[in-house]
């Protein structure tokens, strides 16, 4: 059984002068949820032996703003094709993570992210991947378990969608978002 664990960047600030998307920083309300995450993936209990992220630099400050509630430091494998990956070129840097890793963490961007999701979830007539139907906000984790004994064996319709935490579920003020 493999458990891997998908984490939306956290909000960025459009506001800011940066001249590429890829230097787009989080706002205000960016961290505060990425905090907000980081205290709930401690609270669950969850831990991972793998961290895969685009190298964005929201995707980075989402990453020091959920260690910031988490308490534990995140040690991220930077993967340049995450940043705006749709969701075929995601399952390829799924099948290519390390065997021995149970636990897996990818942080990375939409709609990419909400794709993957629906790609490998099969539908259903309720449940949880009807609300990621309706939108994957930023900082939202959605956690899922596929019955396989490697990474190379991920494929559509295989996995058991087992959480879907948006924000705005941890703390009311962080939604909802425009985006």
Do not use: C
Request: proline share 6%; hydrophobic share 45%; no cysteine.
């Amino acid at each position: 059984m493999k458990t891997l664990t998908l984490l939306r960047h956290a909000k960025s600030g459009w506001d800011d002068p940066v001249t590429r998307d890829f230097d787009r920083p989080l706002n205000a309300k960016g961290k505060r949820a990425a905090q907000t995450v980081g205290r709930n993936l401690r609270d669950l209990g969850l831990e991972f032996d793998h961290i895969v992220a685009s190298p964005a630099i929201r995707v980075g400050e989402t990453l020091d703003a959920v260690v910031a509630g988490y308490g534990r430091k995140l040690a991220p494998v930077w993967e340049r094709r995450i940043y705006l990956a749709s969701a075929a070129t995601l399952l390829d840097v799924v099948h290519e993570l390390p065997a021995d890793a149970d636990r897996v963490l990818l942080v990375g961007h939409n709609p990419g992210l909400e794709d993957l999701v629906l790609m490998l979830v099969p539908e259903a007539a309720d449940g949880l991947r009807t609300l990621v139907e309706e939108k994957y906000p930023t900082a939202t984790m959605a956690e899922m378990t596929l019955a396989i004994t490697g990474w190379d064996d991920a494929a559509a319709g295989r996995a058991t969608l087992t959480r879907y935490i948006r924000p705005r579920d941890l703390d009311a003020t962080l939604g909802p978002d425009e985006d």
